[in-house]
């Protein structure tokens, strides 16, 4: 069964940082990409990140290009997030999720498995 767990949001002040971990467990593909999204109220869930395995192809959102960093710790099946410069338009609850390889990084809809989210809130 495959599990997907997220931690690590919080408040912050804007300009401050926060990284945000991804552990996904029982999944059996070789290749597959593990993406980072972000939904604020009323607004469509939006792609922020995304790693492809084995080759660690990164895509990042261009408005946070520069910003966020995506990197993977394999010993751990973790994924983090780094996330500087904060602004409060990055406020949203952020999602991390698995899916087989092929997908559009930056389309929820293709994602198969799904975190259940964290909060991150970055106040003015």
């Known amino acids: 069964q495959v599990q997907v767990v997220e931690s690590g949001g919080g408040s912050v002040q804007a300009g401050g940082s926060l990284r945000l971990s991804c552990t996904a467990s029982?999944?059996?593909?070789?290749?597959?990409?593990i993406g980072w999204f972000r939904q604020a109220p009323g607004k469509e869930r939006e792609g922020v990140a995304a790693i492809f395995f084995p080759d660690g192809s990164k895509y990042y959102r261009a408005s946070v290009t520069g910003r966020f960093t995506i990197s993977q710790d394999n010993a751990k099946n973790t994924v983090y997030l780094q996330m500087n410069s904060l602004a409060p338009e990055d406020t949203a609850m952020y999602y991390c999720?698995?899916?087989?390889?092929?997908?559009?990084?930056?389309?929820?809809?293709?994602?198969?498995?799904w975190g259940r989210g964290t909060q991150v809130t970055v106040s003015s």
């Open positions: 999720a698995a899916a087989k390889i092929g997908a559009i990084w930056s389309s929820p809809h293709d994602y198969e498995y």
């Open positions: 029982g999944f059996m593909y070789r290749e597959y990409v």
